[in-house]
């Protein structure tokens, strides 16, 4: 009888020991289980943390984006802008050139025009038939048949010669052809009757060298006037 109940009390100990043990491997799976649950609690946290970051990272990059292609956009319109006024400048700078240079050639044609086409006969057409007038003036051409003469600016003046007309340069008897351009003439001259052309009586020059003036001498000849023109 004792022995019997000394084995349940033994076993009885040994089942107290047993449940000791479980309950001390439950009590350390039950803290490691604790401590798993805060490390995955920490864990989210700061993958929220790191979430929310990406997240406003995300959205300044964005923003920053938008800012960049605003600002590339206004570059690209001041740009375009200030090309199409340099292009309306320099459009206007030509137009203003083109102009400019359009008076400059209609001045010079007008002034050719003036020295290859002579304004009609000055003061002498004016007066009696038969009276004879006198005129000083520079020599714009001579030759033998006309002397076209301008005196201060006024209106150019054809002189019709002829055999009878009194040719003298520097007070010699000479041609009409020895008169060189840009000599200084005082002529005489009557208006014909017939023809209402001035028909000069008297010729006296006075010779003055201008270089650019007179057209250059064929080889042999020493004045201009000894070429005589074609008949």
């Known amino acids: 009888m004792n022995e019997q109940l000394a084995q349940a009390q033994q076993r009885t100990e040994s089942a107290f020991g047993s449940a ?4 001390e491997q439950a009590s350390k799976q039950q803290e490691q289980a604790a401590s798993a649950q805060q490390d995955l609690h920490e864990k989210q946290q700061a993958y929220q943390e790191a979430q929310a ?11 920053a984006q938008q800012r960049a292609q605003q600002l590339a956009q206004q570059a690209r319109q001041e740009a375009q802008q200030a090309q199409q006024e340099a292009q309306q400048a320099q459009r206007q700078q030509s137009e203003t050139l083109a102009q400019q240079n359009q008076q400059a050639r209609q001045q010079t044609e007008q002034l050719r025009q003036q020295s290859q086409q002579p304004v009609a006969v000055a003061p002498a057409p004016q007066a009696q038939e038969g009276t004879e007038q ?15 003469l301008s005196s201060q600016g006024e209106p150019q003046l054809r002189l019709q010669l002829s055999p009878q007309t009194q040719v003298t340069v520097d007070g010699r008897q000479a041609s009409a052809g020895d008169i060189q351009e840009g000599s200084q003439v005082r002529a005489s001259y009557r208006t014909d009757a017939q023809s209402g052309e001035p028909q000069a009586v008297r010729i006296e020059a006075t010779s003055q060298v201008q270089p650019t003036a007179p057209a250059a001498p064929e080889s042999g000849q020493s004045t201009p006037g000894s070429q005589q023109p074609t008949q």
């Open 53 to 63: 970051q990406a997240h406003t990272a995300s959205q300044e990059a964005r923003q």
């Open 134 to 148: 006198q005129i000083v003036g520079e020599v714009l051409s001579a030759n033998d048949d006309e002397l076209l």
């Open 20 to 23: 000791r043990q479980a309950q």
